[in-house]
């Protein structure tokens, strides 16, 4: 995937008919984002991904009843 744009969605599932509002938020654990990553939507794109982008990032989805935390690692 090196040199290439890399797109990862955060998934938000919700089966009741009153969609409550909520807000999404993407890190990078233990680091720095990229200037090359964008946040659009639900997605976090980092364009021409190269070694340095290696690392964990974590999608975080608040509502007023909580939130909700999944992590991706991307490695060598």
């Known amino acids: 995937v090196y040199d290439s744009n890399v797109k990862i969605d955060c998934e938000i599932l919700n089966d009741l008919d009153n969609v409550d509002s909520f ?3 993407w890190n990078r654990i233990g680091a720095l984002m990229s200037e090359r990553s964008n946040v659009i939507e639900n997605s976090l794109i980092i ?3 190269h070694f340095s982008d290696l690392g964990d990032y ?10 909700t935390i999944k992590s991706i690692r991307f490695c060598a």
């Open 23 to 25: 807000s999404i938020e």
């Open 47 to 49: 364009n021409k991904f």
């Open 58 to 67: 974590s999608c975080i989805v608040s509502n007023d009843a909580g939130q």
